[in-house]
């Protein structure tokens, strides 16, 4: 299937230096917390792939402890993408959702467990329906215990299923988080 085969970097759009941050909302609408860092110095960051990131939010942004959630792209080669560049599978991003939380009141434990818990980790490069690299299972971490957290945590989850499916979470540094359209921020 030609949508599951990563563009190469060299054959990625080049993107642009306007960034689509500066034209979403400073606050949450349905957190009523800031979207845009600086955030506070005791929440950390780290970022979900688990396909179309409308309901990954919302996911997310119910759980106590979660501060603040913004969708956009991460993991590919675009500099700042829009969404139509991201569905061409021309960038090299998938759909993500960064999770701003509070570990003092969510365990980094518990959202590993709801990622793994949430969405299908054994397809590759697709959710369901929705198939192409855009779609594919990633965690970004920010730092190394997130790192050793989501590699026990897709272990753990993988320990659980039949010897003929596997684990194919993409788990990386977060290089950038780059901001989807503001029409996509909390949309559900």
């Known amino acids: 299937d030609p949508g599951k085969i990563m563009v190469k970097k060299s054959r990625s759009i080049k ?8 034209k ?11 979207t845009k860092p600086p955030f506070e110095s005791n929440l950390e960051s ?7 990131f409308w309901g ?31 569905c061409s599978g021309k960038t090299g991003h998938t759909e993500v959702v960064r999770v701003i939380f509070d570990p003092s009141k969510v365990s980094l434990q518990s959202l590993i467990k709801t990622f793994f818990d949430e969405h299908d980790p054994t397809q590759y490069m697709q959710q369901g329906n929705d198939v192409g690299t855009q779609y ?4 970004y971490w920010t730092n190394k215990q997130q790192k050793q957290v989501a590699l026990e945590g897709s272990k753990k989850f993988g ?9 194919k979470t993409e788990i990386k540094e977060l290089k950038v988080f780059y901001y989807a359209e503001e029409k996509h921020q909390q949309y559900l």
């Not at 230096?17 to 500066?22: A, G």
């Not at 780290?46 to 179309?52: A, L, N, R, S, Y």
């Not at 594919?136 to 965690?139: D, E, G, N, T, V």
């Not at 320990?159 to 684990?167: D, F």
């Open 136 to 139: 594919r299972s990633a965690i």
């Open 46 to 52: 780290i970022v979900f792939g688990m396909g179309c």
């Open 56 to 86: 990954a939010e919302r996911l997310f942004w119910n759980i106590d402890g979660v501060e603040s959630t913004q969708v956009g792209y991460a993991g590919g080669y675009t500099i700042n993408p829009t969404y139509k560049q991201v």
């Open 159 to 167: 320990a659980q299923l039949p010897a003929s499916m596997q684990v």
């Open 24 to 34: 979403v909302s400073d606050t949450h609408c349905a957190l009523n917390t800031p």
């Open 15 to 22: 993107g642009t230096n306007e960034s689509l941050m500066d």
